[in-house]
Nanobody, 119 residues
């Protein structure tokens, strides 16, 4: 059974940094993509906004709003994907969730980690 566990969230002031982790356990196939989303409860329902993605081949993609500030990376040995978030803004706040997409066939979600950014 595949499980994803996010961690690293917290409450910081604008301009500060956080590093989120998405640790995967279980057995799953490659290639696969790991994607970070942000969800703000009560805003547009439970819509999850795309933040960043990393493919098995190392290709990265970012939302325009975080480009140049956030970096997604992977530690293969630890089976963990990171989201380094620098120069945080109040609008970056929300619950960050990671998704493991195995070739579009199997989709796994973590429970999320809360990020709060005060101005």
């Amino acid at each position: 059974q595949v499980q994803l566990v996010e961690s690293g969230g917290g409450s910081v002031q604008a301009g500060k940094s956080l590093r989120l982790s998405c640790a995967a356990s279980g057995t799953y196939a490659s290639p696969n993509d790991v994607v970070w989303y942000r969800q703000v409860p009560g805003i547009r329902g439970n819509q999850r906004d795309f933040v960043a993605a990393l493919t098995s081949s190392g290709i990265t993609r970012y939302a325009d709003s975080v480009l140049g500030r956030f970096t997604i990376s992977r530690d293969i040995v630890k089976n963990t994907v990171y989201l380094q978030m620098n120069s945080l803004k109040p609008e970056d706040a929300g619950v960050y969730l990671c998704k493991l997409d195995v070739q579009g066939i199997y989709i796994y979600w973590g429970q999320g980690t809360q990020v709060t950014v005060s101005s």
